[in-house]
């Protein structure tokens, strides 16, 4: 799973060691380029976060529970440039405490042969994969941050 690190280094050796246990082989996003094509070429899974906040420069808007939301393009353009197949998954929290792995279908990935509005429309698309999982499991989203922080104004 690829990942930003947290600014505390006791929590982040901590919840590190927690993503690890279970032999997932989490990636931080500033040092993860090389490996996410190595275990792609090695038919690895490689996770994403797509619900996080991006700074203007960083990410496309996409519209996201009816709002403009910042968002990474980067799981598009992997998926357009790789051919590597996108396929949604979620945990869902039971209420015996333990957890459920849903995997949806493969998502269909849209090349029409203009790289940027490809990005932007397959990132629209994944976000309105989780949007329709939230609505669904509105109790299981956990967001702590603000998911629509940067504004357009913001772009210059």
Request: charged share 25%; hydrophobic share 35%; with cysteine.
């Amino acid at each position: 799973t690829i990942y930003r690190p947290l600014d505390n280094p006791i929590l982040e050796n901590l919840i590190t060691y927690v993503r690890a246990c279970k032999g997932n082989k989490p990636l931080p996003k500033d040092r993860a380029t090389k490996q996410i094509f190595r275990r792609i070429k090695r038919n690895e899974v490689v996770g994403t976060l797509l619900d996080q906040n991006m700074a203007w420069q960083e990410g496309v808007f996409v519209d996201f529970f009816g709002r403009p939301a910042c968002t990474t393009d980067g799981l598009a353009s992997l998926a357009l440039y790789t051919e590597a197949p996108v396929i949604p998954a979620f945990m869902v929290r039971m209420e015996n405490g333990k957890y459920r792995f849903i995997m949806g279908e493969e998502v269909e990935i849209i090349n029409t042969g203009n790289p940027e509005r490809d990005a932007l429309t397959n990132t629209q698309n994944f976000t309105k994969i989780i949007e329709d999982f939230v609505r669904r499991y509105p109790d299981q989203w956990l967001w702590i941050h603000q998911r629509w922080k940067t504004k357009r104004h913001q772009v210059r």
